[in-house]
């Protein structure tokens, strides 16, 4: 049972009208985000150029690439910092408050991108040692933004609009990666321009060029740009007044912080310390008996859907290269400069975020508080079942050069229904339908079993993916399963991600507090019709 003071200033946060302060907090707290997409969209080409900087072979027909090894420790050591993150700054951020871990997650993204670009040695190792290094930190970094970002939306948006503006949030990945292809084209282009450059097949050496090592690290750097111009903004924000509320247990401090920066008159609540009641049975600890029962299956069901979504979604880079050399959007390695493949990789990563991937995520933003959490995650897991399916069985006949431009429809639509899907609601449903006190640790827990669903869609299917016959591997590879089975996999993870959707409950329209169960005087004092389906 909550006190009067809790539950007046609840219902003032869930029937408040959306002001200038939400968009604000849409573009502060998305800049995380924003940061991740850029960092993982260009480190896809920075590693292209490093393998010809740092690990050309002399004599060879083709430039060089990172080692195996090598490429998935530069890869991957990112994707094991967010997951650290994720779990910590999630635990964190339910033990000290939301705003007390806020800016250090920016600042720990601003001091990493700058050291990646920065990443010093007198050899390749050296070099790829410090990068991963910061890399890690970077992701660390990252990985606090997912619970702390979805979590401070949710607690400060209204029922109404709420889903709309945690998934604009999560929508500013897309920003993210449409400025890393613009500053990489504009970089390499740049540099291209002014060093002229041969073809590998005419220069090997001199294709490269000593500049290119300045290249990767203006991109790498200019990361940190977005992030460092909203960090005075961040760390100006109030905590959130839910938290106050709810967990510190100061209604008073809520609601001067909710006149403050919502423009609102919200009545001061003083705290009256015989109507405070603790109810026993809303007191339970994270995990206990009583939390299992409660929530044990939700929580289930938002890391495992989380975990299967991001297997399938990261494993979908695997063909991008294939994709993109079957078009004649990227011509063979050896036939372009460096700062020409880098240009013509990067446009095209572009094009396909431009029409597939960011155009899901501006769906969602516009639908989820009118078709609901549910439909959208439903509807994304079955399209990305049915198109893994069909560019699985009758794979050979998309290889086929009349079929590429099928190909490439449907492997933008499994983006599309990726991000107006599963990809928005993963992130979008923890923070809803966990109590206040738990909320963070929740999210962080669904979001880092996610990224464990990454590194295996990384580099499971990297491994995965090789062809079954020993010399068609990609070099320091062995054989698998080949492209067609991979695919298989896939779509049987998604109908897996498609049935664990319904373990999960629908928040749409009700306050956190009554999906949540968290404050039962509510919603006795004003009932609603999802009252009955409570969790």
């Known amino acids: ?319 991008q290269k294939d994709i993109f050399s079957a078009v004649g959007w990227l011509p063979r390695a050896n036939t372009m400069s460096a700062m020409e493949e880098l240009f013509k990789i990067a446009r095209a990563q572009f094009l396909i975020a431009l029409c597939g991937t960011v155009p899901g995520y501006w769906v969602t933003v516009f639908l989820i508080d009118h078709i609901g959490r549910f439909t959208i995650q439903l509807t994304g897991f079955f399209f990305m079942t049915v198109f893994m399916f069909v560019l699985a069985i009758p794979y050979h006949h998309w290889t086929l050069k009349e079929n590429n431009i099928g190909f490439i429809v449907i492997y933008g639509l499994t983006f599309f229904f990726a991000n107006f899907g599963p990809n928005s609601t993963t992130f979008i449903v923890p923070a809803e339908i966990f109590p206040a006190r738990f909320r963070s640790t929740c999210h962080g827990i669904s979001a880092a079993a996610g990224k464990a669903g990454a590194i295996i869609g990384s580099f499971g299917f990297l491994y995965a993916a090789q062809n079954q016959d020993k010399s068609k591997v990609d070099p320091g590879y062995p054989a698998g399963i080949g492209m067609k089975n991979a695919l298989m996999v896939l779509g049987m993870v998604n109908v897996f991600g498609f049935l664990l959707t319904f373990l999960v409950p629908e928040p749409k329209g009700r306050s956190l507090e009554e999906v949540s169960g968290e404050n039962e005087e509510v919603d006795r004092a004003h009932p609603t019709g999802a009252e009955a389906t409570s969790v």
């Open 1 to 319: 049972m909550a006190a009067k003071g809790q539950v007046d200033l609840l219902l003032q946060l869930d029937q408040a009208k959306t002001q200038l302060y939400h968009i604000k907090a849409v573009i502060i707290s998305g800049m995380g985000f924003f940061t991740d997409a850029y960092d993982l969209f260009c480190i896809s080409l920075v590693t292209k150029l490093l393998g010809r900087i740092y690990y050309q072979v002399e004599g060879s027909p083709k430039p060089g690439i990172l080692p195996p090894n090598v490429a998935a420790a530069v890869n991957g050591v990112a994707l094991c910092g967010t997951l650290a993150g994720q779990l910590f700054f999630g635990w964190l951020g339910d033990k000290i408050g939301r705003k007390s871990v806020y800016g250090i997650t920016l600042m720990l993204m601003i001091i990493s991108s700058i050291g990646s670009g920065l990443s010093f040695g007198s050899s390749p190792k050296a070099v790829m040692a410090t990068l991963c290094f910061f890399r890690f930190w970077l992701g660390f970094g990252i990985g606090g933004d997912y619970p702390l970002s979805a979590t401070i939306m949710a607690e400060y948006s209204n029922k109404k609009t709420r889903g709309a503006f945690i998934a604009a949030v999560f929508a500013m990945q897309g920003f993210g990666i449409l400025a890393g292809g613009i500053v990489a084209m504009a970089v390499s282009a740049t540099f291209r321009a002014v060093y002229k450059t041969p073809a590998y097949s005419v220069d090997p050496i001199g294709s490269t060029g000593p500049q290119a090592d300045y290249v990767w690290r203006i991109i790498l750097i200019l990361g940190a740009l977005p992030a460092a111009l909203t960090y005075y903004s961040r760390m100006k924000m109030p905590e959130t007044p839910r938290y106050t509320a709810l967990v510190a247990k100061n209604a008073e401090k809520a609601s001067q912080d909710m006149s403050k920066v919502m423009g609102m008159e919200v009545e001061s609540q003083k705290e009256i310390g015989e109507e405070k009641v603790i109810d026993k049975r809303n007191s339970f600890g994270l995990l206990s008996r009583e939390f299992l029962r409660r929530h044990g299956l939700h929580l289930l069901g938002t890391a495992s859907t989380w975990f299967l979504l991001d297997i399938a979604y990261y494993s979908q880079n695997l063909f």
